[in-house]
T-cell receptor, first 113, second 115 residues
Framework: GNSVTQMEGPVTLSEEAFLTINCTYT??????LFWYVQYPGEGLQLLLK?????DKGSNKGFEATYRKETTSFHLEKGSVQVSDSAVYFC????????????FGQGTRLTINP | KAGVTQTPRYLIKTRGQQVTLSCSPI?????VSWYQQTPGQGLQFLFE???????NKGNFPGRFSGRQFSNSRSEMNVSTLELGDSALYLC??????????????FGPGTRLTVL
């Protein structure tokens, strides 16, 4: 079945460091891809999305490009802030079958000042 | 526009009891989905309701059920609670089209603890 694999956390960086969180997927056809973020004690917030190959999603300085050839959707940010500390989830939407989000296991990111 | 709201935010129950969680979607959204989040299993899809009908279902036992009202508000019920049902239950809403393109917006969740 469809699945999402994220790099294992936790990830700890210093403020202003460059961030990459890897995400690869297995899916039938060409799913839509998402990054959601979960701040402590809160639900999920959509960070960015891409609906077709070579699309780049971006928001709040974060970017991710839908790479069909490598089945990847890596999250990047050039200069992280303490406020970016959260858990990040990569997800896909299945094209066939149930209309649902399939999530990766999440990557906990901590940014130290 | 108000976001997705869930009540209650926290619940403590004992094994064998049943529980009902509530979700109010964003105004105008007709689809409501439920997800369970646990440290071990991560985020898993429970079911989706659209126009008062269950449209999609995940792989959970029949103890987990839900319904949707004519105003699109949704409830989920868990009967005969087990310790393993302790989780954060998240509700998400969208306008009702395919979620390939129609983004789901999540509520803050209900934290259920089963003792």
């Amino acid at each position: 079945g469809n699945s999402v694999t994220q790099m294992e956390g936790p990830v700890t960086l210093s403020e202003e460091a460059f961030l990459t969180i890897n995400c690869t997927y297995t899916a039938t056809g060409y799913p839509s891809l998402f990054w959601y973020v979960q701040y402590p004690g809160e639900g999920l917030q959509l960070l960015l999305k891409a609906t077709k190959a070579d699309d780049k999603g971006s928001n709040k300085g974060f970017e991710a490009t839908y790479r069909k050839e490598t089945t990847s959707f890596h999250l990047e940010k050039g200069s992280v802030q303490v406020s970016d500390s959260a858990v990040y989830f990569c997800a896909l939407v299945e094209i066939q079958g149930a209309q649902k989000l399939v999530f990766g296991q999440g990557t906990r990111l901590t940014i130290n000042p | 526009k108000a976001g997705v709201t869930q009540t209650p935010r926290y619940l403590i129950k004992t094994r064998g009891q049943q529980v009902t969680l509530s979700c109010s979607p964003i105004s105008g959204h007709r689809s409501v989905s439920w997800y369970q989040q646990t440290p071990g299993q991560g985020l898993q899809f429970l079911f989706e309701y659209f126009s008062e009908t269950q449209r999609n279902k995940g792989n959970f036992p029949g103890r987990f059920s839900g319904r949707q009202f004519s105003n699109s508000r949704s409830e989920m019920n868990v009967s005969t609670l087990e310790l393993g049902d302790s989780a954060l239950y998240l509700c998400a809403s969208n306008q009702g089209g395919t979620i390939l393109f129609d983004t789901q917006y999540f509520g803050p969740g209900t934290r259920l603890t089963v003792l």
